[in-house]
């Protein structure tokens, strides 16, 4: 199973079990166990929604086909401050 449809799963379990808590009017140990799995589930639509996006950014950040960016220039000296005190930051 793709990646894609590992998150759809997700979710649809999460909504099931968000229906199934919220229809269930007797207090049964199925009821008590609904809500928590659908908030598992969701937070593991959640968390499959971020990875793809993550991957999706690093393949496009290594593919062989794009062109590499150019490193920032490095800082000289005369661009760095300066930690010495001054006569101005003096007592």
């Given at each position: 199973m793709s990646r894609l449809r590992w998150k759809y799963?997700?979710?649809t379990l999460s909504?099931?079990?968000f229906a199934a808590a919220?229809?269930?009017y007797?207090?049964?140990i199925f009821s008590y166990m609904t809500m928590p799995a659908g908030a598992i589930f969701f937070g593991l639509f959640m968390i499959a929604t971020v990875l793809e996006k993550e991957a999706a950014l690093y393949d496009e950040q290594m593919s062989p086909n794009q062109p590499q960016r150019p490193h920032p220039p490095a800082r000289t000296a005369a661009s760095r401050p300066s930690s010495a005190l001054t006569a101005v930051h003096s007592p």
């Open positions: 799963v997700f979710l909504l099931a079990a919220a229809l269930d007797q207090a049964t």
